[in-house]
């Protein structure tokens, strides 16, 4: 796909954005796209026997693109002696040697792979004294100047809006300087940093007027949780409280998105109303679902007059409203069922499972330790009651996840309780003292891993699944000691294939939640996905269906979902109560995201929100609802 300039708005489909933006449905391929054009800019340099200057940025965002360059230069020849580089930011005060520092970031995925003149890098320092910033940053600005300007400007953009790290309130002429960091930005970096507590609240960043001198800038966003701020960036009118907002302004800016990235661009959420649209049986629910969300209404209320109003016309040249809302309501409500599992002798055609077998082998595959109940703990509880025959796959340790101090207790109830014990741990005990961050110590992580195996079993006996039941793959790709993890190999790919290979499912549940494009769940429902198109063509797989969930972030549009399971007062509060066996994950949680509220009160919410949508749309009234996505292979 080119993602070369073309001028915004000029379509009929693309008439409310203002910046032009490309959409890709895979991050990896718009990331190639990307680091070819910067490859293709080196090359057209050498050529003219000229400089190519590029501007860099840091974060998960571009690493494939770094990944894509490092790979040009070493199997295709790209060289990159006649680069000069600017990075946008840094941290203030940070030691370039920081694991944390961006010093650090470019050299680990980039610099120490490619052939560049070191004396031609260059990256905020973040070890200058604050008295002599000033003049730095003025200094860093007339080396971009004397390098003849920022030929191609590589962005990411942050939740806040900010590009760089020039956060809302930012001047639309401000140059490089030392920024104050939002809270939010803080927040999502809490993780590397083992705590918000540990992040730095000042930066150095090059100014909205730097970024905008560039002669081609690229901005890239991944996630649903950037659909917002892309939205309003692209979409939007200028606004300081939205940085990435001053772009608007420049003559040759593209937006490289994923699909959930662009989730709440108006062609994307709303594309009748951007013209004609190809009206398939999603997008007609799609619509519908929307109409009820603008008027406020349930289905089968809907009007001519509301199809009419909010540009839905086109859908009435083929179909009544009558028919239309009538589709859209049988559609949600054979969706509703409290057998997940299918209902024996029933009527499939009314129920999203099949009825037969009516004893079905299932496979719930969770990313980490409590995945399965925080996001389907209702269903998991049906599925085993109703006689199925549940298995539950760990497919990562989880180990990071558990504070020192609950590995320390641990430690210390056991010395305590076995004091003739020849595992004294007594030196574990006193790293672990007062010691917040993550260790990198295989001793460490053992017994944290151990830990969160023995909270979901105590979940898993809860609901009573056999332990011969539940499974824990470890998989390699998790197991770094780090925040940080490896890409997955063969060994990651082959033990999930031999997992759903020994037990050949007549089910499988895997994690759908795409938040974080660089997250585990991701990187786990990846490795599952490749299994699954290699399987596809078993005969025992001819028998299996897939569904997706989601975690306790983000729920399924309402229009997409093809299995919704209420749950009773009764089963929300087992469902709770699964969730408190995981103990390490419940009071003081290491990587929360920036919602403060504990897992079990964020999928009670969650629930209970999509039954009130179930209940605003004309369906019944229900406490709480799980739901499901079927994925066909």
């Known amino acids: 796909m080119n993602i070369s300039y073309k001028s915004p708005g000029t379509l009929e489909e693309t008439r409310f954005e203002k910046i032009h933006s490309v959409i890709f449905n895979d991050s990896k391929k718009a990331s190639l796209e990307v680091a070819h054009e910067i490859a293709d800019l080196i090359k057209k340099k050498q050529k003219q026997n000229k400089n190519c ?30 680069v000069i580089t600017f990075n946008l930011d840094e941290y203030f005060p940070m030691d370039k040697d920081d694991i944390n520092s961006y010093h650090h970031f470019m050299s680990i995925h980039l610099f120490d792979h490619i052939d560049i003149n070191k004396k031609n890098i260059h990256i905020p ?17 007339k080396q971009i100047v004397d390098a003849g300007g920022i030929d191609f400007q590589l962005l990411g953009i942050g939740r806040t809006g900010h590009i760089g790290f020039n956060e809302p309130g930012s001047n639309y002429s401000s140059l490089t300087r030392l920024v104050h960091l939002d809270y939010m930005t803080r927040n999502d970096a809490r993780k590397s940093f083992y705590g918000i507590e540990n992040v730095p609240t000042t930066a150095i960043t090059m100014g909205i007027r730097t970024i905008r001198k560039s002669k081609r800038i690229v901005l890239m966003a991944w996630g649903n949780n950037k659909s917002s701020v892309v939205q309003k960036a692209i979409e939007g009118e200028i606004d300081s ?82 028919d239309l809302n009538l589709d859209f309501y049988k559609r949600l409500h054979r969706s509703i069922t409290g057998w997940p599992g299918g209902k024996p002798d029933s009527d499939d055609k009314v129920r999203p499972e099949r009825s037969s077998p009516a004893k079905k082998r299932v496979i719930i595959f969770s990313p980490h330790p409590d995945d399965d109940v925080i996001s389907m703990g209702g269903t998991f509880d049906r599925l085993v009651s ?91 790709f998790y197991e770094t000691g780090t925040v940080k993890k490896n890409i997955p190999t063969a060994i990651d790919f082959n033990i999930t294939r031999d997992i759903i290979t020994n037990l050949k499912p007549h089910q499988i549940y895997a994690a759908g939640d795409l938040a974080d494009p660089h997250g585990t769940h991701k990187v786990c429902l990846d490795i599952f996905l490749s299994v699954l198109d290699d399987l596809k063509n078993k005969s025992f797989m001819k028998d299996c269906w897939v569904w997706l969930y989601r975690g306790a972030w983000h729920e399924w549009p309402i229009h997409l979902i093809d299995m919704a399971v209420p749950m009773s007062p009764n089963q929300v509060l087992r469902k709770r109560k699964a969730i408190f066996y995981h103990q390490t994950q419940k009071d003081n949680v290491m990587f929360q995201g920036d919602d403060n509220r504990e897992f079990w009160v964020r999928t009670e919410d969650r629930n209970r929100a999509i039954a009130k949508k179930f209940r605003d749309i004309g369906m019944s009234d229900y406490t709480a609802i799980e739901t499901f996505k079927r994925y066909h292979f």
């Open 241 to 322: 409280n939205v940085p990435s907002s001053f772009l608007q302004k420049h003559n040759n800016v593209t937006f490289v998105l994923d699909e959930a990235a662009s989730d709440s661009l108006t062609r994307i959420k709303s594309p009748w109303r951007t013209g004609s649209c190809d009206w398939n049986e999603e997008l007609k629910a799609k619509a519908v679902a929307w109409l009820c969300e603008q008027t406020k209404k349930s289905i089968l209320n809907l009007t001519e007059s509301d199809y009419n109003e909010y540009n839905l016309s086109e859908l009435l040249i083929s179909k009544s409203y009558y």
């Open 386 to 476: 109703q006689g199925h025959e549940v298995h539950i796959v760990y497919q990562t340790s989880g180990n990071i996840a558990v504070n020192n101090s609950d590995v320390l207790k641990v430690l210390e109830v056991t010395r305590s309780a076995f004091p003739n014990s020849k595992c004294e741990n007594k030196e574990l005990i006193n790293m672990l003292k007062g010691n917040n961050e993550i260790l990198n110590n295989p001793e460490v992580r053992k017994i944290a891993g151990i830990i969160r195996e023995k909270e979901s079993l105590a979940a898993t006996r809860f609901f009573g699944i056999p332990d011969s039941q539940v499974h824990f793959l470890k998989l390699p």
């Open 53 to 82: 200057v590029l501007g860099l940025a840091t974060g998960s965002t571009p690493i494939s693109v770094y990944q894509e360059l490092v790979r040009m230069h070493n199997e295709d020849d790209l060289s990159f002696k006649n």
């Open 125 to 141: 320092n973040g070890s200058i004294s604050t008295e002599k910033i000033n003049e730095y940053c003025a200094t860093y600005e």
